[in-house]
């Protein structure tokens, strides 16, 4: 026994040796040509990810923190079948936290050929202890060939389909072919074999799922029964697919495509700690060569003490800082909000201006949203000096810039991405409300009378205490 635990020990030693050395190369620069699509619209980025699964030959590599099993992850899964039983390699690395691939649609799939794991599966009780690492890093990729990186998880509310939660995020994402592809697929590789990543089985005695979701029986045979239901296609399946590509076809041919000559992909490696972080640093040292401007569009924007100092250096600079993030009604979850009201304030003292969303229909997402859904951003998106362009999973938050594994394109000396990036950051300005020195709102009502019903107690009392703990946030 003694013998065996020393050959793990070993064998772990040595991969972290070996993975150290396979990622020491990120950030990866390119300055040969690739053809990069700016998606800004779910309905674009759910068709985007249908067709390249379509057009896979050998293998589609999926890292999200979220793949749910609803209707956009029914559209995909059925896709992934379809290239698995042709042959093609499938691997879907996510999260086991929070609304995860369920582990008996794992197996079912499994049964086609396509493998799931789970990235830190067994850390739920060491979730404190850890502080919560997780893997938030978004890379879609196909063939080696093509791939999507960005904000967006997979879900029905960040792929405009009306859901459970009546949520809908915008964000944004670059659709990339070229050869930084492959640079891109060495890093899932190196997520994929480490020890963190584990396929899990289904458990004999699951607990019951939630109401919303059509796999969540207590019942292990009836969970799996359900989880067999969920990948054939029925009537109202089809009449929603066919809804989503009317849509997604004609969002998808009107999103703008440029050429990049020199760009950068950055992710961070497979551990929690200060070596294996590489975004933040590549961020930090990227912003504080802004001259001119600084535009972000951040779905929180909770500031440390690193992100502070830069922030200062640009406005020493007479640098123009603009920050379209989230109001109480726009963000998932209102106590992030709270958090940052404060900070946000404290920034507008100084001189940079900043916008929050009012929850209304965002022009560019999907106008036939059922009454009472609100809008809001998941973008994790800056624009410096008109120029250079960051799209990725980095938020400006203590959890993105200290906790999680994170990962991001940036785009260099590309005007007009970083104009189109703008405009439409802009026009999502043109449906938010303007923050004062005072932490209210220029053009809005007071902004504790946002706060949505039901919402109240949990923003003030839990708000609170999140504020008080937020270090570990």
Request: aromatic share 8%; hydrophobic share 40%.
């Given at each position: 026994?003694?013998?065996?635990?020393?050959?793990?020990?070993?064998?772990?030693?040595?991969?972290?040796?070996?993975?150290?050395?396979?990622?020491?190369?990120?950030?990866?620069?390119?300055?040969?040509?690739?053809?990069?699509?700016?998606?800004?619209?779910?309905?674009?980025?759910?068709?985007?990810?249908?067709?390249?699964?379509?057009?896979?030959?050998?293998?589609?590599?999926?890292?999200?923190?979220?793949?749910?099993?609803?209707?956009?992850?029914?559209?995909?899964?059925?896709?992934?079948?379809?290239?698995?039983?042709?042959?093609?390699?499938?691997?879907?690395?996510?999260?086991?936290?929070?609304?995860?691939?369920?582990?008996?649609?794992?197996?079912?799939?499994?049964?086609?050929?396509?493998?799931?794991?789970?990235?830190?599966?067994?850390?739920?009780?060491?979730?404190?202890?850890?502080?919560?690492?997780?893997?938030?890093?978004?890379?879609?990729?196909?063939?080696?060939?093509?791939?999507?990186?960005?904000?967006?998880?997979?879900?029905?509310?960040?792929?405009?389909?009306?859901?459970?939660?009546?949520?809908?995020?915008?964000?944004?994402?670059?659709?990339?072919?070229?050869?930084?592809?492959?640079?891109?697929?060495?890093?899932?590789?190196?997520?994929?074999?480490?020890?963190?990543?584990?396929?899990?089985?289904?458990?004999?005695?699951?607990?019951?799922?939630?109401?919303?979701?059509?796999?969540?029986?207590?019942?292990?045979?009836?969970r799996e029964w359900q989880a067999r239901q969920f990948l054939v296609e029925s009537p109202e399946d089809q009449a929603l697919r066919?809804?989503?590509?009317?849509?997604?076809?004609?969002?998808?041919?009107?999103?703008?495509?440029?050429?990049?000559?020199s760009l950068w992909w950055v992710g961070d490696e497979p551990m929690n700690s200060d070596s294996s972080r590489k975004v933040q640093?590549?961020?930090?040292?990227h912003i504080i060569q802004a001259q001119h401007s600084f535009s972000a569009e951040e779905w929180a924007f909770i500031t440390t003490?690193?992100?502070?100092?830069?922030?200062?250096?640009?406005?020493?600079?007479?640098?123009?800082?603009?920050?379209?993030?989230?109001?109480?009604?726009?963000?998932?979850?209102?106590?992030?909000?709270?958090?940052?009201?404060?900070?946000?304030?404290?920034?507008?003292?100084?001189?940079?201006?900043?916008?929050?969303?009012?929850?209304?229909?965002?022009?560019?997402?999907?106008?036939?949203?059922?009454?009472?859904?609100?809008?809001?951003?998941?973008?994790?998106?800056?624009?410096?000096?008109?120029?250079?362009?960051?799209?990725?999973?980095?938020?400006?938050?203590?959890?993105?810039?200290?906790?999680?594994?994170?990962?991001?394109?940036?785009?260099?000396?590309?005007?007009?991405?970083?104009?189109?990036?703008?405009?439409?950051?802009?026009?999502?300005?043109?449906?938010?409300?303007?923050?004062?020195?005072?932490?209210?709102?220029?053009?809005?009502?007071?902004?504790?009378?946002?706060?949505?019903?039901?919402?109240?107690?949990?923003?003030?009392?839990?708000?609170?205490?999140?504020?008080?703990?937020?270090?570990?946030?």
């Open positions: 026994m003694k013998k065996s635990k020393f050959a793990l020990a070993v064998i772990g030693l040595l991969w972290l040796t070996m993975a150290s050395t396979a990622l020491a190369m990120t950030p990866v620069h390119s300055n040969q040509s690739h053809e990069l699509l700016l998606i800004t619209n779910g309905s674009a980025a759910l068709q985007a990810r249908l067709e390249m699964i379509e057009r896979a030959q050998t293998s589609v590599a999926i890292e999200s923190y979220l793949l749910v099993a609803d209707s956009s992850g029914k559209f995909l899964l059925q896709a992934l079948q379809k290239r698995a039983k042709a042959g093609v390699k499938v691997r879907i690395l996510c999260d086991l936290l929070d609304q995860a691939l369920d582990p008996f649609l794992a197996t079912v799939l499994a049964e086609d050929g396509i493998e799931v794991k789970y990235y830190r599966p067994s850390s739920m009780a060491k979730l404190w202890v850890s502080k919560g690492h997780r893997n938030h890093r978004k890379t879609f990729i196909v063939d080696g060939r093509e791939m999507i990186v960005g904000g967006r998880n997979s879900a029905d509310r960040y792929m405009d389909i009306p859901n459970h939660r009546n949520f809908l995020f915008v964000d944004y994402e670059l659709a990339v072919k070229g050869p930084i592809v492959e640079d891109v697929l060495a890093s899932f590789n190196e997520y994929w074999s480490s020890p963190l990543s584990e396929k899990v089985a289904a458990s004999r005695h699951p607990s019951k799922g939630p109401s919303w979701s059509s796999i969540n029986s207590s019942n292990p045979s009836e066919l809804q989503v590509a009317t849509l997604g076809i004609k969002a998808l041919e009107a999103s703008p495509t440029f050429e990049s000559k640093g590549f961020v930090l040292d003490p690193e992100m502070e100092q830069a922030l200062d250096q640009l406005l020493t600079k007479k640098v123009r800082i603009e920050i379209l993030t989230n109001s109480y009604p726009s963000a998932s979850d209102p106590i992030l909000t709270h958090i940052a009201h404060p900070i946000e304030a404290r920034w507008v003292q100084k001189g940079v201006r900043i916008l929050e969303l009012q929850a209304i229909p965002v022009p560019g997402s999907n106008m036939s949203a059922p009454p009472g859904t609100r809008f809001g951003t998941h973008a994790k998106t800056f624009v410096i000096d008109g120029k250079d362009t960051f799209i990725g999973s980095y938020n400006f938050d203590p959890r993105s810039q200290n906790i999680n594994s994170e990962d991001g394109l940036y785009i260099e000396n590309l005007p007009e991405l970083a104009k189109a990036v703008e405009q439409t950051m802009k026009t999502r300005m043109s449906v938010a409300w303007e923050m004062n020195a005072k932490g209210e709102y220029v053009n809005g009502p007071p902004v504790d009378q946002t706060i949505p019903k039901g919402e109240r107690f949990k923003t003030h009392v839990l708000g609170g205490l999140a504020e008080y703990l937020r270090g570990l946030f």
